[in-house]
């Protein structure tokens, strides 16, 4: 009858050992997981700032010796020796800024329509339609937009522009290219972007409260803005923030139709450049004693310019999550 309770003791301390084993190799494996994301995540971070630090070497020669002036002058002269930015920003900003004029209200409409009023036999081919167009090699839709798209704009649209919109951003001579021929290429281009993500972030919005907006006699539209928006604003933004993301760093479709031009005009049907088409165009026979470093600049603003856009696209979520919470 003693042996029992020992034997029975025994046993038990034999368990206890075996889970505090078990627990011991379970704590090193996390331990090992952590340790290996962290390095994944410590990777993206060194590899950022390397991009950063090489940029900001390669260009500190144009930056020494240009100083500010480098970020605001308006002339481009690899024979002179002289190199301004003004006009690449310039490209780069009114292209992306009419890239999203035109992009998003049409990719809001695409989700809205694909999630809300869509009948159901239409919804998977329309989807995968938009998809495979965010597929398409953007040097496709470069080819397009020189061949196809800027002859007809040239022809039909700009003519009208002219005559009814006019001076400052609207004048002629109607050539085809220009800085808004590539808004409206890179506008295609990134509404299948915007307008997959939008989808997708509108499908999780719980039926439920769709339903109950309904009931209690909501129209579609005040669904819509009360109920949809809200949810999913900071998926709406990141879709935003994606699509603005791909318009600022395009190059080879941007290259065919901006025209490539190094003057400073208002004027948005003018020829023009961007910091994308300028280092597309010149890195290839640039010489190396200043011409190098200016279009290593020109990389440095274009990456500062990406950080400024997340950095407020975060503040704008931060915000947005702010006032919902005061709202609740």
């Not at 329509?113 to 998977?124: A, G, H, K, Q």
């Amino acid at each position: 009858m003693s042996t029992y309770p020992r034997q029975q003791e025994q046993n038990v301390a034999i368990t206890m050992r075996q889970q505090a084993e078990k627990s011991a190799v379970f704590l090193r494996q996390d331990r090992i997981f952590a340790r290996v994301t962290f390095s994944f995540a410590a990777l993206v971070l060194l590899v950022l700032f390397g991009i950063l630090a090489s940029l900001v070497v390669q260009a500190w020669p144009a930056i020494r010796e240009f100083g500010v002036g480098f970020v605001f002058g308006t002339t481009w002269s690899p024979s002179t020796g002289e190199y301004g930015a003004g006009i690449a920003i310039w490209g780069t900003l009114a292209t992306s800024f009419i890239a999203l004029l035109i992009g998003v209200p049409i990719s809001f409409g695409i989700a809205m329509f694909l999630t809300e009023s869509c009948p159901v036999w239409m919804r998977r081919p329309l989807g995968t339609a938009i998809e495979l167009l965010a597929g398409v090699p953007s040097i496709i839709y470069g080819f397009w937009g020189l061949f196809i798209f800027a002859p007809m704009i040239q022809e039909y649209l700009q003519p009208w522009m002219m005559a009814w919109l006019g001076a400052p951003f609207f004048m002629g001579p109607p050539l085809g290219l220009g800085i808004f021929t590539a808004g409206l290429v890179l506008a295609l281009m990134i509404i299948p972007f915007i307008a997959s993500v939008m989808r997708d972030v509108f499908e999780t919005v719980p039926a439920v409260l769709k339903e109950s907006a309904y009931g209690i006699g909501c129209t579609r539209w005040e669904v819509i803005r009360n109920i949809v928006l809200p949810y999913t604003r900071v998926g709406t933004i990141g879709a935003i923030m994606l699509g603005l993301g791909r318009a600022l760093g395009e190059t080879m479709a941007v290259t065919f139709v901006i025209g490539n031009a190094n003057r400073f005009s208002l004027n948005l049907f003018a020829p023009g450049n961007s910091i994308a088409s300028t280092l597309a165009n010149e890195f290839a026979e640039a010489e190396p004693m200043m011409h190098i470093p200016a279009l290593f600049g020109l990389g440095l603003i274009l990456f500062i310019i990406t950080f400024a856009v997340l950095s407020a696209s975060g503040w704008l979520i931060k915000q947005g999550e702010r006032k919902a919470g005061k709202g609740r």
